[in-house]
């Protein structure tokens, strides 16, 4: 059944997907440089609605690029419309995400599906977040099955995690990845393979922020945009910045307010927010995301701002309160002495909460995510540092899961010990 | 007797009526049992004197009759004509019950016997009221029922115009899939390899994945 031939036919059906919590990036080798992407969700539409009647199509879930011809009424959406890959982990019981993995998966497959005879199924590699629990992985390779069940579509299958695929991509073999999502945040330490004992998780991501951004519009007399999640994000990647000291940078901006005043108009809508007196909380915004320690956020959690806390999610302990200096700190010091070093020289920071502004009229005061992160280390004494901003970072992983693919052979089997190789289908 | 019997049956049979062979419960051998022109039925009891001189036959009686209301639409009973001044009559009134009076010349009816609605027909009128009633109800939401399809047409008019309007101002926006003729997939040369793949230090290590056990062993 196998031979010779069979590396060169993987090489040429290798198929990366990457499960991502926002979207969900996807596509064969042959993409080139820039995999397809959907939002990684899924719409249940009402049967009972008139719409769906005079649709006339029968579709239990709908995902993909056809998902905004079927959304019926706002109140509907927060049980109709899933994104189940919020936080990188789906509930072992939430029957209805795990059914929107198998849609889009197929969705995926389906839609590179080649004609040509030879065609024997895709080499897939798959990638899921570094704290993804066993079960995530059995579950993935459970719908694979199902999806073959139905047509052939999967001839091997692998489950990588994400922050191996991006040192993949990033040709670093030994390094320390910093992913940062909407939910929390990983420390992996990657040499040649994933370092596990080694892996830090903090309960802290992109959403945090967005909270304190909320805050900050309510302060600021716009409370009612701080209601809508899509726009506090927007203000947020538009208007938060990361200081160089957070007093400092305060000081400046209170001294210096023209500085940081900006009019903020939300696209699309007639809508500007001007933060006025309290633009120098933009600085907040940025710092919060890094180190949430500072006095000054104690006044925000009074009020009632949820805090990061500690908490035990699948097989990982999450902390709330740790600052991503610390928790590198932490991550690479469990890995062997003579190791370390060549971690620190090699920090890898991916994923969107990473991505902030550095107006150049501000420069000296606001920095950018890799700055920041060599400043927390110094400041714990550690100042042999190199850390890189990944480029790319939405196609990160998708690039990693195809190179891996590609390389690793196809006779090195899956192993549920070292969590590496090929299941094969048939 | 028989002959007395035969006349009151005469008198009420000349109204018109019609003599039924029906049981009822306190049904003596010389009660009658009459249907009108209605078809309302009517009881006739022949009271002996005896059962008139005695009250708590009497009462016994009426008791008995007016427990036929449900049954029957008249109640009369009958007795003679010496009688029906001696007789204490209100207790007939009061149970609705007609009196008859008779003797060798006559057969008249002094008091007339109030009109009861049977059992059945009370149902009858209650079904026929709830009936009504559920008629009149289902009207009414079919009457909605009707106006929210006018809504729903007229919705579903104006949702067809604006596709129209749509298609013939653009073109379709949305391509899901990729027509299957067009994927042909062709192995990456030298020429066209994806960059993150060239100068790759992790292809070398990736390729030896499960070779370096089978080398150890």
């Not at chain 2, 005695?54 to 016994?60: H, V």
């Not at chain 2, 057969?107 to 109030?114: N, Y």
Request: net charge neutral; aromatic share 12%; charged share 30%.
């Amino acid at each position: 059944m196998y031979g010779m031939n069979e590396e060169e036919y993987k090489k040429i059906y290798v198929f990366g997907a990457d499960y991502g919590t926002s979207d969900f990036k996807y596509g064969p080798i042959a993409c080139g440089e820039k995999p397809e992407k959907i939002e990684n969700r899924g719409y249940f539409p009402d049967k009972s609605s008139i719409m769906y009647k005079i649709t006339g199509i029968e579709k239990d879930i709908v995902v993909g690029k056809d998902i905004p011809l079927y959304l019926e009424a706002r109140e509907d959406l927060s049980t109709r419309l899933i994104y189940p890959m919020r936080n990188g982990i789906i509930d072992k019981n939430d029957e209805k995400s795990w059914r929107i993995v198998k849609e889009i998966s197929k969705y995926a497959l389906e839609s590179f599906k080649p004609i040509e005879e030879k065609f024997k199924g895709f080499y897939l590699v798959a990638s899921l977040s570094a704290i993804a629990p066993k079960y995530m992985y059995e579950k993935l390779f459970e719908i694979y099955d199902d999806i073959n069940k139905e047509e052939k579509l999967i001839r091997a299958a692998t489950i990588i995690p994400q922050t191996l695929a991006v040192a993949i991509s990033h040709k670093v073999p030994t390094c320390v990845v910093v992913e940062s999502g909407h939910g929390n945040t990983q420390v992996c330490p990657i040499s040649r393979y994933p370092i596990r004992n080694a892996i830090l998780a903090i309960n802290r991501g992109g959403g945090d922020a967005n909270a304190l951004t909320a805050e900050i519009l309510k302060d600021s007399g716009y409370g009612d945009l701080a209601k809508e999640e899509i726009v506090v994000r927007k203000i947020k990647e538009d208007l938060g910045l990361v200081p160089r000291d957070l007093d400092k940078a305060i000081e400046y901006a209170k001294k210096n307010p023209e500085k940081f005043i900006t009019k903020y108009k939300i696209p699309g809508t007639r809508i500007i927010v001007n933060l006025d007196n309290y633009s120098w909380t933009r600085f907040l915004i940025g710092e919060y995301v890094f180190n949430p320690n500072h006095e000054i956020f104690q006044s925000y959690f009074r009020r009632g701002m949820p805090k990061p806390s500690d908490v035990k999610i699948g097989d990982f302990y999450f902390r709330g309160m740790l600052d991503f200096g610390e928790a590198i700190a932490e991550s690479i010091e469990k890995c062997p002495v003579e190791l370390q070093p060549y971690l620190y020289k090699q920090i890898l920071l991916s994923g969107g909460n990473f991505n902030w502004n550095v107006p150049e009229q501000l420069k000296d005061i606001a920095i950018d995510s890799a700055t920041k992160i060599k400043l927390l280390l110094e400041e714990k004494g550690i100042k042999d540092t190199n850390v890189i901003l990944t480029e790319n970072p939405q196609f990160s992983v998708w690039r990693g899961c195809i190179v891996y693919g590609y390389a690793v052979p196809y006779d090195y089997t899956w192993s549920w010990d070292r969590m590496e190789g090929w299941l094969k289908y048939y | 007797m028989i002959f007395l019997y035969e006349k009151i049956k005469d008198y009420f049979l000349s109204k018109g009526w019609k003599e039924l062979k029906k049981e009822f419960k306190y049904k003596k051998e010389l009660d009658f049992i009459f249907k009108d022109e209605l078809d309302s039925i009517i009881f006739v009891r022949i009271l002996s004197k005896d059962e008139l001189i005695d009250r708590n036959s009497l009462l016994e009686n009426i008791l008995e009759l007016f427990s036929l209301k449900e049954e029957v639409n008249k109640i009369y009973i009958a007795m003679p004509k010496v009688y029906v001044s001696i007789i204490d009559s209100s207790p007939f009134e009061e149970y609705g019950i007609g009196i008859i009076s008779y003797d060798e010349k006559k057969v008249m009816e002094i008091s007339p016997a109030k009109f009861f609605k049977t059992k059945s027909k009370i149902e009858e009128e209650k079904m026929e009221k709830l009936i009504s009633f559920e008629t009149l109800k289902l009207k009414e939401e079919l009457d909605n029922i009707k106006k929210r399809l006018i809504n729903l047409e007229e919705m579903v008019q104006s949702l067809n115009n604006e596709i129209k309007i749509l298609k013939s101002q653009s073109k379709p926006i949305i391509e899901t899939k990729i027509s299957k003729e067009e994927i042909i997939i062709t192995p990456p040369s030298s020429e066209n390899i994806p960059s993150f793949l060239k100068d790759n230090p992790w292809i070398e290590i990736l390729a030896k994945r499960g070779r370096e056990e089978k080398i150890a062993v």
